[in-house]
């Protein structure tokens, strides 16, 4: 069981049996989280600074409470509000903030890169909440256990992934992830909505959505941030919710026991019928929330162990 | 009358394109003779002699796009340290950009200029002016005082004028005066916002990207419009593969068109940004290796004609931000002959067809009649060991500032000594 990593900054880097490791783990973590007493000391002494240059409720809630839940000291720092709008840059935020000594610091940005400049600069270890439209990588690995909770493995799969793949940090993560764990992976949009380079990612590319559904075993759905809906990628919500929307005639075409996610939050009527999503035969939503929290847990706890196993170092 | 004497050099002459033994007469800052050989011609009465050792004796680097902070960013770099730097990469003109704080747009700030540069630069510096008003694309500058007051060409650097009619009425203008245009050929709308070029790359880190095509719509756009109004045109940058046959095209249906292309676009690709290393970050972005190769062979081939180090110094402030949020650009006035020697040594290009492009052509150009390794030519020449290995160090840099992507880099090639009208502006330690 090995982790080699000093921060968790993508899926990029990662091995996959470091990926089953973490999974392995966040599996025991499920299991303490769905008991009364909630609690495990590993993270005990340690401080965990939460830092959200973008907006952001249920990754921020998730990794205050999955800190917690292991005993460290969480500490929320609103970015936007502070020293941001004040003119400081990220490296002399960075710098203030690695003299507090914290030991975790959870960082979402809106600029891809943002996280890994900052992790150069700081001696404690660094977890990307989401950079720009780089990558989410607690995402994928909640996303990951989720599926392999549900579906028994997290290999030979087919995975449809759906929406606004171009500007998802979601989707990226998940596509390196799914790939390293060797999954066939379909992607599903308007070609607005599509990275370029993207068919050297080694995904099938469809744009019509019933033929990409065709026998999958999972549907990811995307959300479409409600700027990108006038007319400057497609043509309206609702064209967009008539061809790319996941109904219940689309999702007949996968498998019978295909299930469905969305990372959250949902736009109800746009991307995703609001009957499945609440279907709880086919929509695992509420269970990759619980998963969120079990990986961030597992996440914290490994980067921790490093920690602790290397000696304190000094970043001038 | 001050003689100087270069013997055994290795003679680059880029307009006849030999590489040849010889030896250089320097008479009051003019090259008087030229022998070939061993055969010096003789020493004269009084010459100081300077004997090359066999290495390299070529026509100085005209190095057109050169970023200086002066007016508003002297923090940068100054005039003195650009001048400097010049002398110290064998570049022995540079050729101003008006992309100051204010822009150079009218003629007291180009004579400002001037005698900021006759005072601090040990290096020919001929400015550009700006060709609309704040570099702004509303209103055409007082083209005809500033070529008065020395503006040897007219440019917004990288603002593309998006009005047709205001560039075309510029471009109409700058004809009847014979001025010089010099444009950065590029579709404003498909490129707003980029900071790498699209493709597996830019999706696989999350970068905003532009298609390489929008160089060629610019391009397109720009060539219908010198047909139009038949001014002289010089593209700065071209740096795809899709561009070129539009070019070619053009140079032949004979219009008055040239096309300059980058030393980091010749060297570097988009891999090299790697994890998001802002030092990499320039305009137009770094493009894939196919557009490298094609670029390169379109130097050797004459279809580009000039080749400029797009010298633009940004502070460690300026780039040490988040990718998206840099400065762009790259410091390259000492660094450009090492670097290119990558393109010799690699036996991409040698070192005529390479001195075509950074010394002959950028003249010819600007009716300038530095470049030429011939008699009556200024003796504005640089001694370089293309062989010396060395390794950049980017805080021994005389810019002040050090934002090259080639820190640590390896390379063969050293400048001995650089002369500007037959005198020396820089000797290597």
Known sequence: MRFDHRHLLGIEPLRPDEITTLLDLADRYVTLSRQREKHANVLAGLTQINMFFENSTRTQASFELAGKRLGADVMNMAMQASSIKKGETLIDTAMTLNAMHPDLLVVRHPHSGAVDLLAQKVNCAVLNAGDGRHEHPTQAL?????????????????????????????????????????????????????????????????????????????????????????????????????????DQDKLDCAKPDAIVMHPGPMNRGVEIDGTLADDINRSVIQEQVEMGVAVRMAAMDLLARNLRARPKEVIA | MSKLLFQNARLIDPEAGTDSLGSVLVEDGQITAIAAGDSAPGTPEGAKVVDCRGK???????????????????????????????????????????????????????????????????????????????????????????????????????????????????????????????????????????????????????????????????????????????????????????????????????????????????????????????????????????????????????LIDIISTMHSPQDEESKRLPFEEAASGAVGLETALPVLLRLYHGDAIDLPTLFRALSLNPSKRLGLASGRMAKGAPADLVLFDPDKPVVIDRFKLNSKSKNTPFDGARLQGKVLATYVAGKEVYRSA
């Open chain 1, 142 to 246: 909640l996303d990951a256990l989720t599926i392999r909770r549900s579906k028994g493995r997290l290999h030979r799969l087919n995975i449809a992934i759906c929406g606004d793949i171009a500007h998802s940090r979601v989707a990226r993560s998940n596509i390196l992830l799914l790939h390293k764990m060797e999954n066939r992976i379909r992607l599903i949009a308007p070609p607005t909505l599509m990275p370029s380079g993207i068919e050297h990612f080694g995904v099938e590319v469809f744009h019509d959505m019933r033929e990409g559904l065709k026998d999958v075993d999972v549907v990811m759905m995307l959300r479409l941030q409600k700027e990108r809906m006038d007319g400057g990628f497609i043509p309206s919500e609702r064209e967009y919710y008539h061809r790319y929307g996941l």
């Open chain 2, 56 to 302: 390299c004796l070529a026509p100085g680097i005209v190095d057109i796009g050169v970023k200086v902070g002066e007016p508003g960013e002297r923090h940068k770099e100054s005039l003195g340290s650009a001048g400097l730097a010049a002398a110290a990469g064998g570049v022995t003109t540079i050729v101003t950009r008006p992309d100051t704080l204010p822009s150079i747009d009218t003629p007291e700030a180009l004579e400002f200029i001037r005698r900021r540069a006759n005072e601090a630069a040990p290096v020919n510096v001929l400015p550009m002016a700006a060709l609309t008003k704040g570099r702004e694309g509303r209103e055409m500058t007082e083209l005809g005082f500033l070529m008065d007051a020395g503006a040897v060409a007219f440019t917004d650097c990288d603002h593309v004028i998006r009005d047709t009619k205001v560039l075309s009425r510029a471009m109409t203008y700058a004809r009847s005066l014979g001025a010089l245009i010099v444009a950065h050929p590029q579709d404003p709308g498909l490129s707003a916002g980029a900071s790498a070029t699209s493709g597996k790359f830019a999706s696989l880190r999350g970068l905003p990207s532009v298609s390489p095509m929008a160089e060629r719509m610019g391009l397109d756009r720009d060539i219908a419009l010198i047909e139009m109004t038949g001014v002289a045109y010089h593209a700065d940058q071209i740096t795809t593969s899709r561009a070129l046959p539009a070019l070619e095209r053009a140079k032949n249906n004979g219009f008055n068109i040239t096309a300059g292309t980058s030393i980091h676009h010749l060297t570097l690709n988009e891999m090299d940004v790697a994890d998001y290393r802002t030092f990499f970050k320039v305009t137009p972005p770094l493009r894939s290796e196919e557009d490298r190769q094609s670029i390169i062979e379109a130097v050797r081939t004459g």
